[in-house]
T-cell receptor, first 112, second 112 residues
Framework: LAKTTQPISMDSYEGQEVNITCSHN???????ITWYQQFPSQGPRFIIQ???TKVTNEVASLFIPADRKSSTLSLPRVSLSDTAVYYC?????????????FGDGTTLTVKP | SAVISQKPSRDICQRGTSLTIQCQVD?????MFWYRQQPGQSLTLIAT?????????ESGFVIDKFPISRPNLTFSTLTVSNMSPEDSSIYLC?????????FGPGTRLLVL
């Protein structure tokens, strides 16, 4: 299983770009990387998913270097409402979830 | 995306009793999962419930304590049996839909 490591916490200010990195040194060939956002008392919400290089959607970008041993979630121009816990999940898409590994999460605090 | 609902959203139970949590998905999915999330912690997979087969439990979780039903492609239940205060946690249903894993809102359980 790919073990994932994330910073425990990060602070930012409104309007700044935030980059959260997840390390997954033993990622397998079939593994994808997925990022989730979780607010208190809610389930994780899907943000973005990728396999390699760069993926962008309407809320975030995901950068994955060629060796795929890490990934960086980039949130452009954060607001107070982006204060949440962010998790990376590494695992293959067509197998049991037990083969996937959740990180411990990064608590992002956005300050005014 | 897949929209997942859970019932109940929260409950307070007495030790020694059992609680059944329901999970409903708006799309047919083969792979459904149950997670536990203790306060301030990441998500821990309890079991995988694929329709038409017995649930597969992760290390540390047993069927007698967490029986699961999966009667069709849109529904599953998780029962927390003979509860103790240590079972106080958030229980989350999750599905894999179109190569992405989605999560329900969670059921917050407090055992007294």
């Amino acid at each position: 299983l790919a073990k994932t490591t994330q910073p425990i916490s990060m602070d930012s200010y409104e309007g700044q770009e935030v980059n959260i990195t997840c390390s997954h040194n033993n990622i397998a060939t079939n593994d994808y990387i997925t990022w989730y956002q979780q607010f208190p008392s809610q389930g994780p919400r899907f943000i973005i998913q990728g396999y390699k290089t760069k993926v962008t959607n309407e809320v975030a970008s995901l950068f994955i270097p060629a060796d795929r041993k890490s990934s960086t979630l980039s949130l452009p121009r954060v607001s107070l409402s982006d204060t949440a816990v962010y998790y990376c999940l590494v695992g293959a898409l067509n197998t049991n979830a037990g083969k996937s590994t959740f990180g411990d999460g990064t608590t992002l605090t956005v300050k005014p | 995306s897949a929209v997942i609902s859970q019932k109940p959203s929260r409950d307070i139970c007495q030790r020694g009793t059992s609680l059944t949590i329901q999970c409903q998905v708006d799309s047919q999915v083969t792979m459904m999962f149950w997670y536990r999330q203790q306060p301030g912690q990441s998500l821990t997979l309890i079991a995988t419930a694929n329709q038409g087969s017995e649930a597969t439990y992760e290390s540390g979780f047993v069927i007698d304590k967490f029986p699961i039903s999966r009667p069709n492609l849109t529904f599953s239940t998780l029962t927390v049996s003979n509860m103790s205060p240590e079972d106080s946690s958030i229980y989350l249903c999750s599905v894999r839909y179109q190569e992405t894993q989605y999560f329900g809102p969670g059921t917050r359980l407090l055992v007294l």
